[in-house]
C-alpha cells in the first residue's frame, strides 16, 4: 500500500461542507482529519496560549451538591449560585444541575422562586 502524505488545508467557513464533500469523493484520499479549532481575535485558536480560568475538579457532582444544599432548607437561584462561587465551582454552571434534578422530580420551585427537595429528594 503507498504511503499517505498528511496535508493541511484552510478553507473558508461558507465552502467548507462544499470542499470536504469534493475531497471526501476523491479518489486516493485516504481519511480526513478535521482540526476545527475557532480562531480567537488574534487569529490564533482560542486559549491557545493557556490563558482562561482552568476547568474545576470536585468530588462531588453538581446534583449531590444541589441536593446537600437543599437539604438544609430551601433556597433562591442567587443564593445557589452564591453557595456555588464558595465551593470554588462556576455561578452559572447551576443550570444543567437544577434541570437535570427537576427532570426526574428530585426538587422543585414554588411561585415565589425557592427551590426545595421534593420527597424523592429527601430520599
Not at 503507498?2 to 493541511?8: A, T
Not at 437561584?77 to 454552571?93: I, T, Y
Request: aromatic content about 4%; charged content about 30%; hydrophobic content about 35%.
Amino acid at each position: 500500500m503507498p504511503k499517505p502524505f498528511i496535508v493541511g488545508v484552510e478553507v473558508e467557513e461558507a465552502l467548507f461542507g462544499k470542499v470536504i464533500r469534493k475531497l471526501n469523493s476523491m479518489p486516493g484520499v485516504v481519511k480526513l482529519h478535521l482540526d476545527l479549532d475557532r480562531p480567537g481575535k488574534t487569529g490564533k485558536p482560542a486559549k491557545a496560549n493557556g490563558a482562561g480560568k482552568p476547568r474545576g475538579t470536585f468530588t462531588e457532582s453538581g446534583d449531590v451538591a444541589i441536593l446537600k444544599l437543599l437539604a438544609k432548607g430551601g433556597m433562591r437561584r442567587p443564593e445557589l449560585r452564591k453557595a456555588f462561587e464558595e465551593q470554588g465551582r462556576s455561578a452559572r454552571s447551576i443550570e444543567s444541575p437544577i434541570h437535570a434534578l427537576k427532570s426526574v422530580g428530585k426538587i422543585r420551585s414554588d411561585k415565589e422562586g425557592v427551590w426545595s427537595l421534593t420527597a424523592k429528594g429527601k430520599a
